[in-house]
């Protein structure tokens, strides 16, 4: 939400209102369960900057942690996409861990345009190999970065191949099945993370959200649709 500046949507209750500031998470991320956005007001972004990237391979998961926390702060950092082994190896860049780094400025290995137009289409080349090769359960937990090690090493020792985006703290650990889903998603709470970091919750994953969140979706439904006419099972029941 912090690219809208506001919001115009019809609750439950049939009201039209119009929402900014830190109301709007009320709906925003909500999925449909407190309102309907009929209109929104984004803000606009300054013109695409020139870009820089770096590709990193690291021989440890520790010495790739290492270099994502000095990243994390460097203010010229985009992006830090991130492949694992098993994904690194499906790109034929060797069995190691590899970063993907994209910079504002000229810090960047990578200057070429063609070239960087390469290194990007890597991302897009691995969701294709992923589902040739039947990982198509694709998943978004967020994680907190102190955290990361951890959920990676269990990825490793499961044989699960992983991707991701560590600005944003969301890996995308690839299955062929769901039978360890429950586990991952226990794994996820105990590290303090969110079960879903980018798609949403829906049905499938309501009964792993944290009873804070329980709670607090309740209560907003309650507000804005005590009638439960919206999206009814998504989020809650």
Known sequence: EKWVEEIEV?????NKIIVSGQDMKNFIGMEGSTG???SAKLKLLSEPMEKTISLYKFNTLNAMMDKIMILDKVSNVLSID???ELCSSF???GQSFHLLVEYSNDSGAIKDADEIAKMDELKEKLQHILVNKKYIYKEDPKIPLENTAKFVYWLQKNGVPCFGHFKLRVLHPCFRDASRLPEMYQLVDNLKGEVAGQYGIGIKRKRFMSLEKKTKYKSLKNIYDPAKLLNRGVLID
């Open 82 to 84: 991130f492949f694992d």
């Open 91 to 93: 790109l034929n860049l």
């Open 10 to 14: 019809v609750d439950g209750n049939g």
């Open 36 to 38: 309907i956005i009929y």
